[in-house]
């Protein structure tokens, strides 16, 4: 999700004086009670700042399943899927969410999988939930499972755009998976699931250039 981060620049005879940050704006009007005096100005700006929710997925309770398979690391290759499963709004609760997640373990079962395919899953609420998780074989990249790792779109992409929040929550996502070892952390390779396999996914909507600018956010 984006929060606001404020910044305060006390200056006074021309020089600063100090400077200070807040992420909170009843912070941001005490600072600013506290330090206004006659001869003083301060100048106040804010900034847009993406801060990552994510959710383990203890949060949602998989169905029983046999052990799931680590994955070699770093790994230098991700999948964008998408789900066609349905497009909650940017508003979605939790609880929403959560049961979409169990629709996803319920769909792969259904299908044979041992559990949900997926390594990640980002809603357009810009939350990210732990599938499989870092580190683990997928299910959803034939062919490239063991070598590869993925991350679906929940909803139905060949109708709705990905939102600038969304893409945030997956660069930053991709981001933490680098920092801790599972990823390479220079010519990580970002690919839509159709570069691999004779489907849409993840959607028509999610273009080669949205790919393109997820690549170049984390090498």
């Given amino acids: 999700m984006f929060n606001l981060r404020y910044t305060v620049r006390v200056v006074e005879d021309g020089k ?7 992420t909170t704006k009843d912070k941001l009007v005490n600072f600013v009670k506290e330090k206004s005096r006659p001869g003083r100005s301060l100048k106040i700006s804010t900034q847009r700042v993406f801060q990552l929710e994510t959710f383990q997925n203890t949060a949602w309770g998989p169905a ?19 789900s066609v499963t349905t497009q ?11 049961g979409q997640m169990k629709l996803l373990d319920q769909i792969a079962h259904s299908r044979g999988f041992n559990g949900i395919s997926y390594c990640w899953a980002c809603f ?6 732990e599938g499989r998780g870092f580190g683990i074989i997928e299910a959803g990249t034939e062919g490239h499972n063991t070598s590869g790792d993925s991350i679906v779109l929940v909803g139905n992409y060949s109708s709705f755009n990905m939102n600038a929040g969304q893409k945030q929550a997956v660069i930053a996502l991709i981001k933490r998976g680098q920092k801790n070892g599972f990823f390479v952390t220079s010519g990580l390779n970002i690919r839509a699931h159709r570069e691999v396999s004779a ?3 993840p959607g028509d909507k999610v273009t080669a250039a949205d790919i393109q600018e997820i690549q170049k956010a984390v090498n």
């Fill in 16 to 22: 600063l004086v100090t400077k200070k940050r807040f």
């Fill in 64 to 82: 029983p399943h046999d052990p799931w398979v680590a994955a070699p690391k770093p790994i230098s290759e991700i999948f964008i899927h998408h």
């Fill in 88 to 98: 909650l709004p940017v508003t979605a609760s939790v609880d929403q969410e959560k």
């Fill in 124 to 129: 357009p609420s810009s939350r990210c939930w």
């Fill in 199 to 201: 489907t849409s996914c």
